[in-house]
């Protein structure tokens, strides 16, 4: 078998890897035109803060993809012809396959503001773009981020870091205002405040204002407001890379549409990854998923798939994690910014505005989601509670198994049920306390 990878991101190397165990004898290409070796997106702000050498952002060794018998080419696919089966390259090179998979991630979406085009003003997705910040924010005094969710944020604490000062324009009312609840949003504000980070909330960006160089000195907002800046970061989220897709006949909406099988509307094409799109998503699943876990169990999907093991996709509960400067948060299942009917939602807080948790349940006490901030949960066990349907009261009483923090961390379970009992009596906790700690029953 022939296979040909357009992508070199998490799902591209996954399932390349996945294919490897699968089929030993496969000949196995990876196409990407970002960077030679697959390096690791979520680390890019640590590279920039200086916490991780340029080097340190590949997984692995340069030595590992001849070891796997890896082809690696570096270049842009420009077409992809179904009917022989083909890739076309920039270089003139072509391609021959068996099986194709287009993973080719996202990329950063503009509005088309006035001045988008000039110098200093770029979004953060890949290693280019790393690049491009390190250059252009040399010697940067002011900065204005553009956008209020994950990536702006990470923006916010990259300039920081080089001593910038940061205005953010987010036009929600609150940070993240499409995904926190409020009480979650106040905490990362105060994060954003205790950092010297200016927010304008409920403002919006209108244009990029140029100096005679062509750089950008300036942006006035929805408020009508102008302030100074020499660089602009570009934070309104990223939309599915579908243009190569889209060239080459493939069926398209907002990404590549896709079957459960991530096999695309032609024959031994297959889309996963930031690309695609989910004809039929499952219940309470979006058609689109664009998180690094999601991407991998994409690869590992559609490997199977691609060998003659044709196994549907099944993401399973819902997961994500970030860090607001030196807040963490966690979220596990369906917690809303504002919560859906038939819904409770349980939200404690320590009065130093340092942790919460939010546990979301049904009617009839079926946990649905959980919210952290400062509060370390284990993966594994929020996993099965969530698959499980698990009752509110049984994952009270069990709390603790879910703590990650180290033993010296102080722990607040005590004070999470203490609060949901006055709360919601209907649903009795017995708390047991013995020898300076407290067990559940």
Known sequence: MNLVIIGN?????????????LRPDAHIT??????PYHISRPALMYAYLGHLRPQDLKPYGDWFWPENRLELVQAIATHIDTEPQQVHLNTGAVLPYDKLLVAIGSVSRFQDWPG??????????????????????????????????LIGVELAEMLHSRGIAVTMLVRDTHYWGSVLPPEEAALVNRQLQAHHIQVQYSTELTE?????????????????????????????????????????????????????????SQPNVFAAGDCAQHRQPGPDEVPIEQLWYTGRQQGE????TICGQPRPYQRGPWFNSAKFFQLEYQT????????????????????????????????????????????RQRHEVWDQWLRNATSI?????????????????????????????????????????????????
């Open 332 to 375: 596990y299942g369906r917690v809303p910014a504002h919560t859906a009917a038939g819904t409770h939602s349980v939200c404690w807080q320590h009065p130093n505005g340092q942790h919460l948790l939010r546990i979301n349940f049904r009617e009839d006490g079926t946990v649905v989601g959980m919210n952290t901030l400062g509060i």
């Open 9 to 21: 991101g998490i799902t591209g190397v996954t399932c390349a890897l996945t294919v490897r165990q």
């Open 116 to 149: 988008q085009e000039l110098a200093g003003v770029q979004g953060l997705y890949g290693l280019p773009d790393l690049e491009r910040m390190h250059r252009e924010t040399h010697g940067v005094k002011q900065a204005v981020v553009v956008g209020g969710g």
């Open 208 to 264: 990029i204002l140029g100096d005679t160089a062509g750089r950008a000195r300036a942006v006035l907002t929805s408020k009508g407001q102008e302030i100074a800046c020499q660089w602009v970061g570009l934070a309104t989220g990223v939309t599915p890379n579908s243009t190569l897709a889209q060239a080459s006949g493939l069926d398209t909406d907002r990404g590549i549409l896709v079957d459960e099988q991530l096999q695309t």
């Open 393 to 441: 009261t049984q994952v009270l009483s069990e709390l603790r198994t879910a703590n990650f923090d180290p033993e010296f961390y102080r722990r607040h379970e005590a004070a999470v049920i203490d609060q949901f009992t006055r709360q919601f009596p209907q649903f009795p906790v017995a708390l047991h306390r013995r020898k300076g700690f407290f067990s559940f029953s």
């Open 301 to 304: 999907t559609v490997a199977y």
């Open 30 to 35: 990876l196409v990407s035109d970002e960077s």
